[in-house]
């Protein structure tokens, strides 16, 4: 018999994965009951705590980081903080999104004008940084990322990386996120590769992300289903 997780259990699944990812990418950070926190800046674009449960607290949040250096920044998973009192501003706002564990790619989000695969060295990581940040490699992410597990996904046009995603496991899903395409009309075509690359890894998972705006909306035409808000505070004072 299939178990169906609950929204509230899908939702901490969701953080728990966000938060593992955010932790392989930064090599800082701990675990503690209601989040994951760094004491040290992390990188650019990577929180510097992530709330794992509806539960935690401000005061939690803000002894596990470090708002005397610019730049501190806070994923509020449940959209249930207020950091406002201590400097914070909300920089953006997104909706966790969920697929079921083996559910099928929409047709319609596939496309066959990539060619796909998964990066499997270091050289080709740098290259598809590249590619997703538009603006040369700067190391973000490791070459280590790589012999955890995580899938660094490829779309090439003639052997020249276009656009791509990231599917990690973590936290009891698999999560789908840093989702590109240089080409609009690509961007279902790099959902779909995701989705393929998670139902080979791990099928009996449940795979989980957030997105806002137009990203979401690309999100939930390749089948995903929106599960629940979430902030994002910078620390701002």
Not at 144 to 169: H, K, M, W
């Given at each position: ?38 004491p040290r800046r992390t990188p650019p674009l990577y929180p510097d705590a992530v ?187």
């Amino acid at each position: 018999m299939t178990i169906i997780p609950s929204t509230g259990g899908l939702l901490r699944a969701a953080a728990r994965n966000n938060a593992e990812w955010c932790a392989a990418v930064s090599r800082a950070g701990h675990f503690r009951d209601s989040l994951w926190c760094s004491p040290r800046r992390t990188p650019p674009l990577y929180p510097d705590a992530v709330t794992l449960a509806p539960d935690a607290t401000a005061a939690d949040v803000l002894a596990g980081v470090d708002t005397a250096a610019p730049g501190c920044s806070v994923k509020d998973s449940f959209a249930a903080l207020d950091l406002a009192p201590a400097g914070f501003e909300v920089l953006f706002e997104a909706q966790w999104i969920h697929r079921p564990a083996g559910a099928a790619v929409p047709e319609a989000a596939r496309g066959g004008r990539l060619e796909w695969d998964e990066v499997e060295s270091p050289a080709e990581l740098s290259a598809w940084e590249a590619a997703w940040d538009g603006e040369g490699s700067t190391g973000l992410f490791h070459e280590g990322l790589l012999r955890e597990g995580i899938v660094f996904l490829a779309g090439r046009d003639r052997a020249r990386i276009t656009a791509g995603a990231v599917v990690s496991t973590g936290g009891g899903a698999v999560g789908v996120s840093n989702v590109f395409a240089h080409d609009d009309a690509d961007t279902g075509a790099a959902w779909a590769a995701a989705l393929d690359a998670a139902a080979r890894h791990r099928p009996e998972l449940p795979v989980v992300g957030y997105e806002h705006g137009e990203g979401l909306d690309t999100a939930v035409r390749a089948g995903f289903t929106p599960l629940g808000q979430l902030r994002v505070w910078l620390h701002t004072a």
